[in-house]
């Protein structure tokens, strides 16, 4: 078993910091640690539990403490216990999970909440009416066949080798608790307009948020307005990484978040060469294909500390990019991106069944196929290619604040 020195280390609540920097409010239950675990072919909660599992690490992997693959034909069941402070409940309270490999079905005190399809995908319910006093019983049942129906999984593969890794399963990202006011904001879509000197703010559900932008600790601004100019702003880029924070409220909710002035395009230099540009001027991204898999924790960091180490030593190395291949990671690690100065290619998770020796190499040699061919492709499964698109729709959505992405591949 080979652990990294973070594995070595690792903590009864692993990953236990605030897992979403890029809309944040003070209140957090983390959910993280011992939890238990069962193997089983039928979707059920059982009477007992066969583990005890490490949670968020998948039951495939060192750190999870089971080290046991989940075939095919079985289903994870886990069950975590919890009580909550009488405070905590503000009006709302909803659960979040970070990614759950592939599908995953949540229950609250014996009751059906809500279920989520796609493994690389951050998602949220409210379970407010599902809660009571004292003690709360969590199940959550997962179900990963990998390739065989034909949904997302990135470099897994049932039988690994060559350059498909381990397949992994179940909870693989934080768990943990917020709560809200009956009346909150939903989400935010923060859009630096460069040229003309703005940021735009896009609110799901509220016409009427205070927005309070910060440079440091000066009070820059403090409006109703959602287009708010920004005159003789302070750009971001790898050489000067520079963040303006800013702090939302609604009602009796608050929302801390930050943006970067920055503008990704592409044009042509003096010379009438095509170049990728950074604020409107040609800029070279020079960085690695970067997998973000561990030896003990697979998809799943050992701990942030890990995560930022990553960033922090390539940035020391010399490289100015990551193209963040086929995995979307979790948001800490797109934070320190954005304040380390990394610019982020950023992927989108493959899918499909086997792929053939044709479906692999012959894009290679710049020969076209037609990608309707679903059988060709591995891609005859109709949910399947829906729920591509449903992903990515999810990701893009996940992602949009973080200011370090220049592309989507």
């Given at each position: 078993?080979?652990?990294?020195?973070?594995?070595?280390?690792?903590?009864?609540?692993?990953?236990?910091?605030?897992?979403?920097?890029?809309?944040?409010?003070?209140?957090?239950?983390?959910?993280?640690?011992?939890?238990?675990?069962?193997?089983?072919?039928?979707?059920?909660?059982?009477?007992?539990?066969?583990?005890?599992?490490?949670?968020?690490?998948?039951?495939?992997?060192?750190?999870?403490?089971?080290?046991?693959?989940?075939?095919?034909?079985?289903?994870?069941?886990?069950?975590?216990?919890?009580?909550?402070?009488?405070?905590?409940?503000?009006?709302?309270?909803?659960?979040?999970?970070?990614?759950?490999?592939?599908?995953?079905?949540?229950?609250?005190?014996?009751?059906?909440?809500?279920?989520?399809?796609?493994?690389?995908?951050?998602?949220?319910?409210?379970?407010?009416?599902?809660?009571?006093?004292?003690?709360?019983?969590?199940?959550?049942?997962?179900?990963?066949?990998?390739?065989?129906?034909?949904?997302?999984?990135?470099?897994?593969?049932?039988?690994?080798?060559?350059?498909?890794?381990?397949?992994?399963?179940?909870?693989?990202?934080?768990?943990?608790?917020?709560?809200?006011?009956?009346?909150?904001?939903?989400?935010?879509?923060?859009?630096?307009?460069?040229d003309n000197e703005q940021v735009s703010f896009e609110f799901e559900n509220e016409n009427s948020v205070e927005i309070l932008i910060y440079d440091g600790n000066e009070l820059i601004a403090d409006t109703n307005d959602?287009?708010?100019?920004?005159?003789?702003?302070?750009?971001?880029?790898?050489?000067?990484?520079?963040?303006?924070?800013?702090?939302?409220?609604?009602?009796?909710?608050?929302?801390?978040?930050?943006?970067?002035?920055?503008?990704?395009?592409?044009g042509t230099d003096e010379k009438g060469i095509e170049r990728l540009f950074l604020n409107n001027k040609p800029y070279f991204h020079n960085g690695l294909l970067d997998q973000g898999y561990y030896p003990d924790g697979f998809l799943t960091p050992p701990s942030y500390e890990a995560l930022e180490n990553d960033v922090i030593t390539m940035k020391e190395c010399g490289f100015n990019m990551l193209r963040k291949h086929i995995k979307i990671e979790p948001l800490l690690w797109y934070h320190y991106c954005d304040k380390n100065g990394i610019i982020v290619w950023q992927d989108m998770i493959n899918g499909g069944g086997n792929y053939s020796l044709e479906t692999s190499a012959i894009p290679f040699l710049n020969i076209t196929l037609d990608d309707s061919n679903y059988k060709t492709f591995k891609r005859t499964n109709e949910r399947a290619r829906e729920l591509y698109y449903q992903e990515l729709k999810e990701m893009i959505n996940a992602l949009y604040n973080c200011p370090c992405i220049a592309m989507w591949v």
């Open positions: 078993m080979l652990l990294t020195k973070w594995g070595r280390e690792i903590k009864d609540i692993p990953l236990s910091e605030y897992p979403r920097p890029q809309f944040k409010r003070d209140s957090f239950f983390c959910l993280n640690g011992k939890w238990q675990l069962s193997f089983s072919k039928e979707k059920r909660i059982p009477d007992s539990f066969e583990y005890e599992i490490l949670v968020p690490f998948s039951p495939e992997t060192p750190l999870s403490g089971v080290l046991r693959e989940l075939k095919n034909d079985e289903f994870l069941i886990y069950q975590k216990s919890f009580t909550l402070d009488e405070s905590f409940n503000k009006g709302r309270v909803f659960i979040n999970f970070g990614a759950v490999d592939q599908i995953a079905e949540v229950y609250l005190n014996g009751s059906f909440v809500a279920s989520h399809y796609g493994g690389y995908t951050p998602f949220t319910f409210e379970i407010t009416d599902y809660l009571k006093d004292g003690e709360n019983i969590l199940n959550v049942i997962a179900e990963d066949k990998c390739e065989e129906n034909e949904y997302s999984r990135g470099k897994q593969r049932t039988k690994r080798g060559g350059i498909w890794y381990t397949k992994q399963s179940g909870i693989w990202q934080s768990v943990w608790l917020e709560s809200t006011p009956e009346d909150y904001i939903k989400s935010v879509k923060i859009t630096p307009d460069f959602t287009v708010i100019k920004l005159p003789q702003f302070k750009a971001w880029s790898p050489e000067n990484p520079f963040l303006y924070d800013v702090v939302f409220k609604y009602g009796k909710d608050r929302v801390k978040s930050y943006f970067g002035m920055r503008k990704f395009s592409a």
